[in-house]
């Protein structure tokens, strides 16, 4: 792990993006247009959900060799096999150049298989999570993912598809440790009316930008619009 210096580390972009499986409002399933998303923000780390298929083993929703062709990221290393980008459908890609010191896989409760997966950048603990539909089994997730992080827990940004519809309860698990930023209306990508995905970051982080991505392919690639936050340490 890097040493601190005494110059401060710039701010790290981040992406959010539920890309349901590269499915289209369209119904068109287009990994390309995804990766021409993800260029339109231009994040140092990205964060998606469902970027795998369900059945089987769980094969990728976006092919390798085009994340390397069309886009300027690695892919981080989450998989337990070959052909899946991610696990539980959570996958990190990381801008070439960029250090990653640390990962992890976080087993999340509750009825439908979940988990979440975490990635270390340049002093950032970048975690990403898709939470359940029933809200008692989300505070749970919540709580897990904040009992695991611990001491890495001010350092941490969570992001993801929290799939809480109020924007004033329902993340008490969080509200100790973390500040929420819930940076717009992300769903549906056709007519957003509810701020599904989020970010909560720890006290060492402050955050300096935030929004949703609204424009190009963004209102069509997905039935989620992705959102973004930039971030930078206190120290």
Request: no cysteine; glycine share 8%.
């Amino acid at each position: 792990m890097t040493s601190a210096s005494s110059s401060p580390r710039p701010a790290l972009k981040v992406a959010s993006y539920n890309i349901r499986k590269a499915m289209g409002i369209d119904r068109r399933r287009d990994p390309a247009r995804i990766l021409q998303v993800l260029n339109q923000i231009g994040a140092d780390v990205v964060v998606l959900q469902e970027a795998d298929l369900r059945l089987g083993p769980r094969p990728a929703a976006i092919p390798r060799f085009l994340i390397a062709q069309e886009t300027d990221y690695e892919v981080v290393d989450l998989a337990r096999n070959d052909v899946s980008l991610g696990w539980h459908g959570n996958a990190i890609f990381v801008r070439r150049g960029l250090e990653v010191t640390l990962t992890g896989r976080i087993e999340l409760p509750g009825l439908e298989p979940r988990g979440a997966v975490m990635a270390r950048v340049e002093g950032v603990n970048v975690v990403g999570a898709h939470l359940g539909l029933l809200r008692r089994y989300r505070l749970k997730q919540m709580s897990q993912i904040r009992d695991h992080l611990g001491d890495l827990r001010a350092e941490a940004a969570i992001f993801g598809d929290f799939n809480e519809w109020s924007d004033v309860r329902g993340y008490e698990p969080w509200e100790r440790d973390f500040t929420l930023t819930l940076p717009g209306r992300s769903y549906h990508a056709s007519r957003p009316f509810v701020a599904l995905d989020g970010v909560a970051y720890g006290s060492a982080l402050a955050l300096d930008d935030a929004g949703v991505e609204e424009g190009g392919a963004a209102r069509r690639a997905s039935d989620h619009l992705p959102i973004w936050a930039q971030l930078s340490r206190r120290d």
